[in-house]
């Protein structure tokens, strides 16, 4: 079985102006949750879309399952399981109507799959309510119950937290780790809420201006979020000297004009400052703190943020 | 494709614009008889008759009512699944366009049907019921009976008219340019009837093919014939090829 459920080749998508994804080489390894990240107007959406095959590329390759989306049998697409954007379904309809029309389509109509999606996400005393009438957070859980009502291999979730409440998203969160950690399923999803990332996602994509930055596994991304001290010298290179000789710590980066980071050996930090001022060294700060996760992101993507 | 047509149905469920067409199948024989009955006491030698009252029906619903309610509903079976932003989802499932464009097409040749049949319900009982003060001719099995079948051939000759407006629909994606064509096109409707080009006219050649007077009008049976078939094919390629290039969403 191939490594990779879903991988692109320079997958490229433009329409009039500049290209909404260009270039696109993703990896999605199987049985994981690969989360991929990026400002509105990155292209996550356009890449899903095109996964799904809403919307057709105008360059490179997909390949879904091991096989090459151009070649690829559209009864493989019930292996998929997606939500993209805010999920839309008939307004007139109630929840269990829209379900059954999606199921009926499928070829897959069966009630107990039905009723088990509604339950999994709590909409089963509100299938009778018309999907109008629902509330964004109920139309995301629903959302989210037709995309896995089936059963699928891949989930492909555009923004799948969107609109819940603090329980939904603690509720939704669970559920994909448990498909993912019971069933094998890949989940493929957008994010913005980097948080998310931390507690969901083993691996990680970073598109900006429809290009993919980084790709990169949690461990990688610990190694940018983890704990040091941060000490405010008059004199950076000998304060890294003392670093080094006296403490022998390599593992340590100057940030600013006068700051050091010190990533190892934080425990001896009261030590450390004195050996700083045995030396001559004046520290006019000491603080512990956490690599922000969105410093990397911005850090990344050369901008205000993950917006 | 059972399953999509029973889909297509479904869709349809508690939609006002059923209801509304529904309720609007009545309205044209109602109108007709009240003006038959306000004819006929107008002028005394003048019978009021099931078969009049069907002529005159006919006459509205292909030539106005029919077009402008059930182009209407064509734009509206395709611009909903827009509006309501529903294609991201059927199309992810997925379902190939081409079935799906063929859902359409059957659900709303079928939803034309009804409404002619509902009309024809309507004919009937508004006949019936008239008679029940006043005399009214021609109310037999064999009148009712020729009568269902001229309205289902001209629900036949109506849907095929108005393919095109699901390309419409289709290449707009709402509703405002197709309902600005229907409303000149029941306009031109009415402006042509009577014409000598009234037969050349797809949507007044329907009429006129159905009542049998498009020889009259300086065409004939088969080029009338060809002209709505035409336009009916014309609208279904134009729809499955502005349907197939585009992306969804």
């Given at each position: 079985?191939?490594?990779?459920?879903?991988?692109?080749?320079?997958?490229?998508?433009?329409?009039?102006?500049?290209?909404?994804?260009?270039g696109?080489?993703?990896?999605?390894?199987?049985?994981?949750?690969?989360?991929l990240?990026?400002?509105?107007g990155?292209g996550?959406t356009?890449?899903?879309?095109?996964?799904?095959?809403l919307?057709?590329?105008?360059?490179?390759?997909?390949?879904?399952?091991?096989?090459?989306?151009?070649?690829?049998?559209?009864?493989?697409?019930?292996?998929?399981?997606?939500?993209?954007?805010?999920?839309?379904?008939?307004?007139?309809?109630?929840?269990?109507?829209?379900?059954?029309?999606?199921a009926?389509?499928?070829?897959?109509?069966?009630?107990?799959?039905?009723?088990?999606?509604?339950?999994?996400?709590?909409?089963?005393?509100?299938?009778?309510?018309?999907?109008?009438d629902?509330?964004?957070?109920?139309?995301?859980?629903?959302?989210?119950?037709?995309?896995?009502?089936?059963?699928?291999?891949?989930?492909?979730?555009?923004?799948?937290?969107?609109?819940?409440?603090?329980?939904?998203?603690?509720?939704?969160?669970?559920?994909?780790?448990?498909?993912?950690?019971?069933?094998?399923?890949?989940?493929?999803?957008?994010?913005?809420?980097?948080?998310?990332?931390?507690?969901?996602?083993?691996?990680?994509?970073?598109?900006?201006?429809?290009?993919?930055?980084e790709?990169?596994?949690?461990?990688?991304?610990?190694?940018?979020?983890?704990?040091?001290?941060?000490f405010?010298?008059?004199?950076?290179?000998?304060?890294?000297?003392?670093?080094?000789?006296?403490?022998?710590?390599?593992?340590?980066?100057?940030?600013?004009?006068?700051?050091?980071?010190?990533?190892?050996?934080?425990?001896?930090?009261?030590?450390?400052?004195?050996?700083?001022?045995?030396?001559?060294i004046?520290?006019?700060g000491?603080?512990?703190?956490?690599?922000?996760?969105e410093?990397?992101?911005?850090?990344?993507?050369?901008?205000?943020?993950?917006? | 494709?059972?399953?999509?047509?029973?889909?297509e149905?479904?869709k349809?469920?508690?939609?006002?614009?059923?209801?509304?067409?529904v309720?609007?199948?009545?309205i044209?024989?109602?109108?007709?008889?009240?003006?038959?009955?306000?004819?006929s006491?107008?002028?005394?030698?003048?019978?009021?008759?099931?078969?009049?009252?069907?002529?005159?029906?006919?006459?509205?619903?292909?030539?106005?009512?029919?077009?402008?309610?059930?182009?209407?509903?064509?734009?509206?079976?395709?611009?909903?699944?827009?509006?309501?932003?529903?294609?991201?989802?059927?199309?992810?499932?997925?379902?190939?366009r081409?079935?799906?464009?063929?859902?359409?097409?059957?659900?709303?040749?079928?939803?034309?049907?009804?409404?002619?049949?509902?009309?024809?319900?309507?004919?009937?009982a508004?006949?019936?019921?008239?008679?029940?003060?006043?005399?009214?001719?021609?109310?037999?099995?064999?009148?009712?009976?020729?009568?269902?079948?001229?309205?289902?051939?001209?629900?036949l000759?109506l849907?095929?008219?108005?393919?095109?407006?699901?390309?419409?629909?289709?290449?707009?994606?709402?509703?405002?340019?197709?309902?600005?064509?229907?409303?000149a096109?029941?306009?031109l409707?009415?402006?042509?009837?009577?014409?000598?080009?009234?037969?050349?006219?797809?949507?007044?050649?329907?009429?006129?093919?159905?009542?049998?007077?498009?020889?009259?009008?300086?065409?004939?049976?088969?080029?009338?014939?060809?002209?709505?078939?035409?336009?009916c094919?014309?609208?279904?390629?134009?729809?499955?090829?502005?349907?197939?290039?585009?992306?969804?969403?």
């Open positions: 079985m191939n490594q990779y459920v879903i991988e692109t080749e320079n997958l490229t998508k433009k329409y009039d102006g500049p290209a909404v994804v260009d696109l080489n993703l990896h999605v390894p199987a049985g994981k949750i690969y989360a990240l990026g400002r509105n990155a996550k356009t890449t899903m879309k095109m996964l799904l095959n919307v057709r590329p105008t360059g490179g390759r997909i390949t879904l399952f091991g096989e090459a989306s151009a070649a690829f049998d559209k009864k493989n697409y019930y292996r998929i399981g997606s939500l993209i954007e805010t999920p839309s379904f008939y307004e007139n309809l109630t929840a269990w109507e829209n379900l059954e029309i999606l009926r389509l499928r070829g897959r109509h069966r009630r107990d799959e039905i009723e088990h999606a509604l339950t999994a996400f709590n909409l089963d005393r509100e299938k009778k309510k018309r999907f109008r629902y509330s964004l957070g109920m139309k995301q859980r629903l959302g989210l119950a037709a995309a896995i009502m089936h059963e699928p291999e891949l989930l492909i979730l555009d923004e799948p937290m969107n609109g819940l409440d603090p329980v939904g998203i603690h509720e939704v969160r669970s559920y994909l780790l448990q498909l993912c950690r019971e069933k094998g399923t890949t989940i493929f999803l957008s994010t913005h809420i980097l948080s998310e990332i931390e507690q969901l996602a083993e691996v990680i994509g970073v598109m900006d201006q429809g290009r993919l930055l790709e990169t596994g949690l461990q990688e991304l610990y190694r940018h979020n983890r704990r040091y001290v941060e405010e010298v008059s004199d950076v290179r000998r304060a890294s000297l003392v670093f080094e000789r006296l403490f022998g710590i390599s593992d340590y980066a100057v940030t600013g004009n006068g700051t050091l980071r010190l990533y190892e050996q934080l425990q001896r930090r009261a030590e450390i400052n004195r050996g700083l001022l045995t030396e001559g004046t520290v006019s000491v603080s512990v703190g956490a690599g922000k996760l410093d990397y992101f911005t850090k990344l993507v050369g901008g205000e943020g993950i917006g | 494709m059972a399953d999509i047509v029973y889909c149905w479904k349809l469920k508690r939609s006002k614009i059923i209801t509304t067409g309720l609007g199948s009545f044209v024989p109602f109108l007709v008889v009240v003006n038959q009955i306000r004819i006491f107008a002028d005394a030698s003048v019978d009021l008759s099931m078969g009049g009252i069907y002529e005159d029906s006919i006459m509205f619903i292909m030539l106005l009512f029919g077009p402008l309610v059930m182009a209407v509903v064509a734009v509206w079976l395709v611009s909903r699944e827009y509006t309501e932003k529903t294609l991201k989802t059927i199309f992810a499932i997925p379902i190939g081409g079935r799906f464009l063929a859902g359409k097409f059957i659900m709303f040749f079928l939803l034309v049907l009804l409404f002619m049949l509902l009309s024809w319900v309507n004919i009937i508004v006949s019936v019921i008239c008679n029940l003060f006043l005399e009214v001719t021609q109310i037999t099995f064999v009148s009712a009976v020729y009568i269902l079948i001229r309205m289902l051939k001209g629900g000759l849907s095929a008219t108005l393919t095109p407006f699901i390309w419409l629909a289709l290449r707009t994606k709402g509703t405002f340019a197709p309902f600005v064509v229907i409303a096109l029941s306009l409707n009415v402006v042509l009837s009577g014409s000598p080009i009234a037969g050349f006219y797809p949507w007044t050649a329907s009429y006129l093919l159905l009542t049998g007077r498009i020889a009259g009008m300086g065409s004939s049976v088969f080029t009338g014939t060809m002209i709505i078939l035409s336009v094919l014309i609208g279904i390629v134009l729809s499955i090829w502005e349907f197939q290039k585009k992306d969804i969403g």
